[in-house]
Nanobody, 123 residues
Framework: VQLQASGGGLVQAGGSLRLSCVASGRTFSSYTMGWFRQAPGKEREFVALIRWINGRPDYAESVKGRFAISRDNAKNTVYLQMDSLKPEDTAVYYC?????????????????WGQGTLVTVSS
């Protein structure tokens, strides 16, 4: 599976962005899709995921209520709608894919990664 993330950019605090991640292959619907982010000098951290088995989303506490993950299996695409952005959301955002059935909230649980897209939120 190859992943291509896009949609990052510069936005003011309180603004919105929508990230997209397009996957190659014909089995996209069988993968849990996750979004992670990595700020300068920090470790990559979990943001959100959407499970392939039941479509249920899961969010980090820091983004709950502000971000929404969704997927369009017909387009092999997962989205991350980010609203009410804060300067602390500034990071490179990565999409990831895996068929695992565990918690799927850690970096090591994903086999496939996109290249990342930079989100910068100005104050």
């Amino acid at each position: 599976v190859q992943l291509q993330a896009s949609g990052g950019g510069l936005v003011q605090a309180g603004g919105s962005l929508r990230l997209s991640c397009v996957a190659s292959g014909r089995t996209f619907s069988s993968y849990t899709m996750g979004w992670f982010r990595q700020a300068p000098g920090k470790e990559r951290e979990f943001v959100a995921l959407i499970r392939w088995i039941n479509g249920r989303p899961d969010y980090a506490e820091s983004v709950k209520g502000r971000f929404a993950i969704s997927r369009d299996n017909a387009k092999n695409t997962v989205y991350l709608q980010m609203d009410s952005l804060k300067p602390e959301d500034t990071a490179v955002y990565y999409c990831a894919a895996d068929r695992g059935l565990s918690t799927m909230r850690s970096v090591g649980e994903y086999d496939y990664w996109g290249q990342g897209t930079l989100v910068t939120v100005s104050s």
